[in-house]
């Protein structure tokens, strides 16, 4: 992507030191990541995760909302750009990128679009959803209306899950950002409520096509930037594939179970953002149909 003339976005923070754990037990912290809260992208360690709460026969539908509220963990915030790294500064530019397109998405129809922040944090950090561990991946938490990323997931992106380029990265943080979008619309809110009154087959449905139109808003954001260069699309179409529910399970040794599906297929997610891709049209991205 051409993001060389991008402007950074100024919506960030970083956080140091360690993070003091999910506090409030499993529904005060994962309780909240899971399955609400939008993406967890880095999904390979999520479906770590889910397997184990699996193996302690747990629901993690059971625990959204949970005991417990927002973890007081012991870390400091800067919000100073001259100590960022090159990659939170590109990740910077990316981020300004989403609120450019999706500030004039909201002012064409006759809205105003409320960014949202960036908070990098390095292994453990302090989210208003718990706590934030590299393991869980990017995430967004509507409880701050903040995206939480370790940027080293990038590296996990491309040699974990084979999805190199500047583009697959981009893709993560905009996925994110859709998230955010979802928020706004109070998509999240709606699935949230409805997520508590069904079972655990029909909530994790319902979370892929949270997942699915995300994946779709990011293609959204992508044809309209105008910067996309030869090799995106296929940067990105790797990604989708790799992060896919079926290819994870796959990859963990286990037979693929529609059932118990968070994000979606790899063609699922394919397909969606490539919608999204081609039409640059967030009026094109309505998972819920159906």
Same mark, same amino acid.
């Given at each position: 992507?051409?993001?060389?003339?991008?402007?950074?976005?100024?919506?960030?923070?970083?956080?140091?030191?360690?993070?003091?754990?999910?506090?409030?037990?499993?529904?005060?912290?994962?309780?909240?990541?899971?399955?609400?809260?939008?993406?967890?992208?880095?999904?390979?360690?999520?479906?770590?995760?889910?397997?184990?709460?699996?193996?302690?026969?747990?629901?993690?539908?059971?625990?959204?909302?949970?005991?417990?509220?927002p973890v007081q963990?012991?870390?400091?915030?800067?919000?100073?750009?001259?100590?960022?790294?090159?990659?939170?500064?590109?990740?910077?530019?990316?981020?300004?990128?989403?609120?450019?397109?999706? *500030?004039?998405?909201? /002012?064409?129809? +006759?809205?105003? &679009?409320? $960014?949202?922040?960036?908070?990098? =944090?390095?292994?453990?950090?302090?989210?208003?959803? *718990?706590?934030?561990? /590299?393991?869980? +991946?990017?995430? &967004?938490? $509507?409880?701050?209306?903040?995206? =939480?990323?370790?940027?080293?997931?990038?590296?996990?992106?491309?040699?974990?899950?084979?999805?190199?380029?500047?583009?697959?990265?981009?893709?993560?943080?905009?996925?994110?950002?859709?998230?955010?979008?979802?928020?706004?619309?109070?998509?999240?809110?709606?699935?949230?409520?409805?997520?508590?009154?069904?079972?655990?087959?029909?909530?994790?449905?319902?979370?892929?096509?949270?997942?699915?139109?995300?994946?779709?808003?990011?293609?959204?954001?992508?044809?309209?930037?105008?910067?996309?260069?030869a090799?995106?699309?296929?940067?990105?179409?790797?990604?989708?594939?790799?992060?896919?529910?079926?290819?994870?399970?796959?990859?963990?040794?286990?037979?693929?179970?529609?059932?118990?599906?968070?994000?979606?297929?790899?063609?699922?997610?394919?397909?969606?953002?490539?919608?999204?891709?081609?039409?640059g049209?967030?009026?094109?991205?309505?998972?819920?149909?159906?």
């Amino acid at each position: 992507m051409r993001l060389d003339n991008e402007q950074e976005s100024s919506n960030f923070e970083v956080q140091s030191g360690r993070g003091g754990g999910f506090g409030g037990g499993l529904g005060g912290g994962l309780g909240m990541l899971l399955p609400f809260i939008g993406s967890r992208f880095g999904c390979g360690g999520i479906v770590v995760v889910l397997i184990i709460l699996a193996v302690m026969g747990v629901n993690p539908l059971s625990l959204v909302g949970g005991g417990g509220g927002p973890v007081q963990q012991n870390a400091e915030v800067s919000r100073d750009p001259q100590k960022l790294t090159d990659i939170q500064h590109w990740s910077l530019r990316v981020l300004g990128s989403t609120e450019r397109v999706w *500030g004039q998405i909201f /002012s064409e129809a +006759g809205q105003q &679009y409320r $960014p949202t922040v960036l908070s990098f =944090y390095s292994q453990n950090g302090a989210s208003g959803c *718990g706590a934030a561990q /590299s393991a869980m +991946g990017p995430f &967004y938490c $509507p409880n701050d209306q903040k995206i =939480y990323l370790d940027t080293d997931f990038f590296t996990e992106l491309r040699q974990r899950f084979g999805a190199p380029g500047d583009f697959a990265q981009a893709y993560v943080i905009a996925h994110e950002v859709g998230h955010h979008v979802q928020d706004l619309e109070g998509t999240l809110r709606q699935v949230n409520q409805r997520q508590r009154a069904v079972n655990e087959a029909e909530g994790n449905a319902l979370q892929v096509r949270v997942e699915l139109q995300a994946d779709c808003y990011a293609g959204v954001w992508a044809k309209r930037t105008g910067l996309m260069e030869a090799g995106d699309l296929e940067e990105g179409m790797t990604a989708a594939q790799a992060i896919g529910d079926d290819t994870l399970q796959k990859a963990a040794g286990r037979r693929p179970v529609p059932e118990s599906f968070t994000h979606g297929s790899s063609e699922q997610r394919m397909q969606w953002l490539r919608k999204g891709l081609a039409s640059g049209d967030p009026a094109q991205c309505d998972t819920f149909k159906g």
